[in-house]
């Protein structure tokens, strides 16, 4: 029973924290705000010889929290951009920590682009893969 009693107030105080945080703008003006590209990306990729298939799960940092509507507004356009990015990418330059920094820094581009031709500005600060499978 006092374990009970225990996990009840922890969240009852995590639910309160939450609320609070959110009725003060998001807990504060430093807090970044990240979100998913969903579903995961799944694209052939080519290996020389034979086709190979990626799956990818991405998340973006926005610089702001009004952006998250955007980036879900522009989804279909966003998706477009990195699918054609993605599909274009040889498995040998996956490989290494350099070929995927490279990889991210260009879905950056991608999305900014497709932000700014839509909305006017690019943001997002970065792009980060969460889970990347080559099969």
Do not use: W
Not at 39 to 44: D, E, G, S
Not at 65 to 93: D, K
Not at 107 to 123: D, K, P, R, S, Y
């Amino acid at each position: 029973m006092p374990l009970i009693r225990l996990t009840l107030i922890m969240i009852g105080l995590i639910i309160f924290a939450n609320s609070q945080a959110s009725a003060e703008g998001g807990g504060g003006g430093g807090s970044s705000l990240y979100v998913p590209l969903e579903p995961a990306f799944v694209v052939n990729v080519n290996d020389g010889k034979r086709v190979r298939h990626m799956q990818i799960k991405l998340q973006v940092k926005l610089k702001q929290a009004r952006f998250a509507s955007y980036i879900e507004e522009h989804n279909p356009a966003i998706r477009n951009a990195l699918v054609m990015l993605l599909s274009g990418q040889e498995t040998s330059m996956l490989k290494t920590a350099a070929g995927k920094q490279k990889l991210m820094d260009e879905a950056l581009a991608a999305i900014q682009q497709v932000l700014e031709e839509n909305i006017g500005n690019t943001g997002i600060d970065a792009v980060y893969f969460t889970d990347l499978i080559i099969q």
